[in-house]
């Protein structure tokens, strides 16, 4: 039995039994209310579900229009080919399927959802809002019947009628809500089967669609899935009619390899070992080759080949003409079925391969002519490297030679010095070099058998193979503290400064080698090795440390740019003489920890940046000295010399260490003072102070920039006076600040300005050592010593 209906003249009643009514029909609306709301999250599962589902289906789809069989042979049969196009046929037929699907799944929003939502806001909420009413009305209205009930008797007659009448308009007030309400609640009862299923039935309309669409394009496919069918029957026939016939001849071929050898037009071929000869202290690798042979010319050829990591080429061909073979005995060398061969076109070049056993070195030698070989004669054929990689005469032969070739066929190669040459040619050339008989007799210039990169990579192994690096071991630390930090100026001075340390010998070279490496980065539009390029292929070339640890490791940037410096300035730096009273730097920290990030710029051309260089003498001066210690006297570093200047924070000194941290152990260095012994203490001291006596008076207007340089003027040291007020500092809000230095912002949040610029809303940044100010209608990042709050 359903709901019973509710009588409207129950509503003068209100009877216990009308209640309940009333109760049974809110309580069937309640359950169609959370049924409706949940059918709503469903149907927008069924949606997400949908997208997903089509999403997958598309990239399926995308994945099988991009593959294509590939096939053995030279050609494929029609079967085969139309197999092939059956990937795209699949993936157009599931595209059209998700189209459909697509349009399914917004009519799914439009007829389902949609139309649910309104009801139940609408119709559904409207009854809620209605019930509370009457709730509120049955509450008010018979709480004032019983205080109406209460009243005495001996009250004046005019108060009991007025009492009366309030109780009457309230009931009459009542009766009318409960009319409304009772016709609200039956109308909803009746309204919600068609407001409900119509949407039901739009969405199933839709779904059937979407399923008669898809039996119309798989009606469409049907015949094309029959042809395929007989491709792929006719393709799967074949396949079991020669799988016998080539297991047979597998078998043939196991039972009896050399009756079944491929007809080849070498007359041998196979892999052998050949060994690669370097210079003294690298002794000699072995390195697989697959290598060829046609007795009739002579010829042979041979390709290094690396069967691990699924096999793989490993450098360019060499081909040569043979001049004789010779069978090695084990008595000359610590490796079995070794021989050794000659090149006709190689004067004095001897080749000692490895086969992979002795059948197989009977093979070779009777294919190439071998013969038996004295021990003492292969001694004498072999040629020996005299020594190893040395600064004398040689050397600066090897590089002068090298250095003139490259100018004058390679200038313009494209990734000069980064395209590698093939590893035995290059350690033939530098062997041959490196020997004080043949050196002369080397024609790099006008011969075409060594090519470019060949030469620059027979360069770059003579310098690796020094005893040490060309700018020395005892010099490497040094070289990098200023790569370190500093501005721009003082880096070049520091480097102008330590390359005049160097042995005579090796400056000389490195002076040879940094022009040649200035011309290079001259021609960078048509080799595009610009200075940052060079600087990567030199830097670990020129420096490396003397001992292999992670932190060494670390530092390869810097010798990176250390190298850029040297290219840049080579002038400066080869031709002229440092000043003598510059102090040796000593190793700092790179940068200090709350130093705002800046964007380097290690590509194209470089652009000097305002930079604020401060003094810290007095900082770093003994604690117990007349003058204390000033606070707050920032520090300033960059990453590289094409940097932008960080910015320091202030209350903080010595790059990395804080005002307290320097001054813990009373003598301004804090827990450096066990590891800085006192001479280093004084040359930082020194080091340190120049940089400051570097920089421009403290009027800006005084030192303006010359109108051929891009530098701005840079900022003078910082004072005391300077400094505003700790607390002004840590807790800038909504205030005015006017700029005492130029910037030019580094990236899209900090902001460009001129002297003399005006920031309106001025406030602490985040960002330590920033403000964030408004200028132009434009809100950014500013340096917080570039400004003075007003």
């Not at 602490?764 to 403000?771: A, D």
Request: net charge neutral; proline share 6%.
């Amino acid at each position: 039995m359903g709901l019973q209906p509710l009588e409207f003249s129950d509503c003068y009643l209100d009877s216990p039994w009308f209640r309940e009514r009333i109760r049974a029909h809110e309580a069937e609306l309640e359950r169609t209310n959370k049924f409706i709301k949940e059918l709503i999250k469903d149907g927008k599962n069924l949606i997400a579900a949908t997208k997903s589902l089509s999403a997958a289906q598309r990239k399926f789809a995308h994945s099988l229009r991009d593959f294509k069989f590939e096939f053995i042979g030279d050609a494929e049969t029609d079967d085969e080919r139309c197999i092939d196009a059956s990937l795209r046929e699949f993936s157009n037929f599931l595209k059209n399927l998700e189209e459909q699907r697509e349009i399914m799944a917004l009519s799914v929003t439009e007829t389902l959802i949609k139309p649910l939502e309104k009801f139940r806001k609408e119709q559904l909420g409207a009854v809620k809002e209605e019930k509370k009413k009457f709730d509120k009305e049955t509450e008010k209205n018979y709480s004032l019947i019983d205080k109406h009930l209460n009243l005495s008797a001996k009250k004046k007659d005019s108060h009991l009628q007025e009492a009366d009448i309030q109780v009457e308009q309230n009931r009459q007030h009542f009766y009318e809500l409960s009319l409304e309400y009772v016709c609200k609640l039956q109308e909803i009862q009746e309204r919600k089967k068609f407001e409900f299923v119509e949407p039901m039935l739009s969405f199933f309309q839709g779904m059937f669609t979407f399923y008669h669409q898809g039996h119309e394009l798989a009606k469409d496919f049907n015949h094309y899935k029959m042809e395929l069918q007989i491709n792929i029957q006719n393709t799967r026939n074949r396949f079991e009619g020669t799988r016998s016939e080539v297991e047979e001849l597998m078998n043939k071929i196991r039972q009896n390899p050399k009756d079944h050898k491929r007809a080849s037009q070498f007359t041998a071929e196979g892999y052998l070992y050949v060994q690669e000869k370097r210079p003294a202290p690298f002794g000699s690798s072995w390195v697989k080759h697959y290598c060829m042979y046609r007795k009739a010319a002579k010829k042979f050829n041979m390709i290094p080949f690396e069967h691990r990591s699924g096999g793989k080429l490993i450098g360019d061909g060499e081909v040569f003409f043979l001049k004789e073979c010779t069978k090695r005995h084990t008595d000359s060398i610590d490796r079995r079925f070794c021989f050794d061969v000659e090149a006709a076109d190689r004067p004095g070049i001897s080749l000692t391969m490895q086969a992979f056993s002795e059948e197989e070195r009977k093979q070779w030698l009777e294919a190439l002519g071998g013969k038996e070989a004295l021990f003492h004669s292969f001694n004498r054929a072999i040629p020996r490297p005299e020594g190893s990689a040395q600064l004398d005469q040689t050397g600066f032969t090897i590089l002068r030679k090298c250095i003139s070739a490259v100018e004058a066929r390679g200038i313009n190669d494209q990734g000069l010095y980064r395209v590698v040459g093939v590893s035995s040619k290059v350690q033939r050339l530098l062997s041959m070099l490196m020997d004080v008989k043949t050196c002369n007799e080397v024609d790099l210039e006008n011969s075409v058998d060594w090519e470019v990169k060949t030469i620059t990579s027979a360069l770059k192994q003579y310098l690796r193979s020094l005893p040490e690096p060309l700018m020395t071991y005892e010099l490497h630390g040094d070289f990098i503290v200023p790569a370190k930090s500093g501005s721009p100026e003082s880096r070049v001075n520091a480097i102008h400064f330590l390359v005049h340390k160097l042995p005579e010998k090796n400056k000389e070279m490195l002076d040879i080698l940094v022009k040649h490496l200035t011309n290079v980065s001259n021609h960078s539009k048509q080799n595009l090795m610009t200075v940052a390029n060079l600087g990567v292929v030199f830097g670990p070339t020129l420096m490396r440390p003397q001992e292999e640890t992670v932190a060494a490791i670390m530092d390869l940037k810097f010798q990176n740019i250390v190298v850029e410096i040297l290219i840049e300035n080579h002038e400066k730096i080869f031709r002229t003489l440092p000043d003598a009273t510059f102090p040796e730097p000593v190793s700092l920290s790179s940068s200090p920890p709350n130093a705002p990030p800046r964007q380097s710029k290690r590509q194209g051309q470089r652009t000097k940046r305002p930079v604020a260089v401060y003094n810290l003498c007095l900082e770093l001066e003994d604690g117990d000295g007349p003058n204390p210690p000033r606070e707050g006297t920032p520090s300033s570093s960059l990453d590289s010399l094409s940097s932008p200047p960080p910015t320091t924070a202030p209350g903080h000194g010595l790059p990395g260490l804080d005002k307290n941290h320097l001054l813990a152990d009373g003598d301004g260095f804090g827990d450096w003072g066990s590891a800085v012994p006192s001479h280093t203490r004084s040359s930082m001291v020194q080091w340190l102070n120049l940089q400051s006596l570097a920089t421009p008076s403290t009027n800006p207007a005084a030192t303006p920039p010359s109108p051929k340089s891009t530098a701005f003027p840079l900022p003078p040291p910082a004072t005391v006076a300077d400094k505003p007020p700790e607390s002004s500092l840590s807790s800038v809000t909504n205030r005015k600040a006017r700029a005492v230095y130029p910037c030019e912002a580094e990236h899209s949040s900090e902001l460009s300005f001129e002297i003399g610029a005006i920031f309106e809303d001025v406030q602490t940044s985040r960002e330590p050592g920033w403000l964030e100010g408004t200028l132009d209608g434009k809100r950014g990042l500013i340096p917080q010593n570039y400004v003075k709050l007003l």
